[in-house]
């Protein structure tokens, strides 16, 4: 059965940094799983934050995001990283870690192509 967890969140001030885990079980995510990193603020619709491809080369960034977050994968670990810094009171939000195979890069910020949703993290910024 595969499982994704978030780990990570919380509260931090404006100007702070969290860093995010979503840890596999039942999957690998070096076996051709794309990550992706999506979130979902209080009366808003789940939007993408950022991807990272199977293999680890390849990051992808929302423009909202670009900059201030970076995306990492420890293989050992099955472990896909979210580094938050620089974090605003827009980026409150639930985040949530996704999988899938074989997405593409094109594909990466599509919710519909991801097979596997972990059950989200709460991130919440102050001012």
């Known amino acids: 059965q595969v499982q994704l967890v978030e780990s990570g969140g919380g509260l931090v001030q404006a100007g702070g940094s969290l860093r995010l885990s979503c840890a596999a079980s039942?999957?690998?995510?070096?076996?051709?799983?794309?990550v992706g990193w999506f979130r979902q603020a209080p009366g808003k619709e789940r939007e993408p934050v950022g991807a990272?491809?199977?293999?680890?080369?390849?990051?992808f960034y929302a423009d909202s995001v670009k900059g201030r977050f970076t995306i990492s994968r420890d293989s050992a670990s099955n472990t896909v990283f979210l580094q938050m810094n620089s974090l605003k009171p827009e980026d409150t939000a639930v985040y949530y870690c996704a999988a899938g195979r074989g997405i593409g890069v094109t594909s990466m910020f599509r919710e519909r192509e991801y097979a596997y949703w972990g059950q989200g993290t709460q991130v919440t910024v102050s001012s």
């Open positions: 039942g999957l690998t995510f070096s076996a051709y799983y794309d």
């Open positions: 990272i491809t199977w293999s680890g080369r390849r990051t």
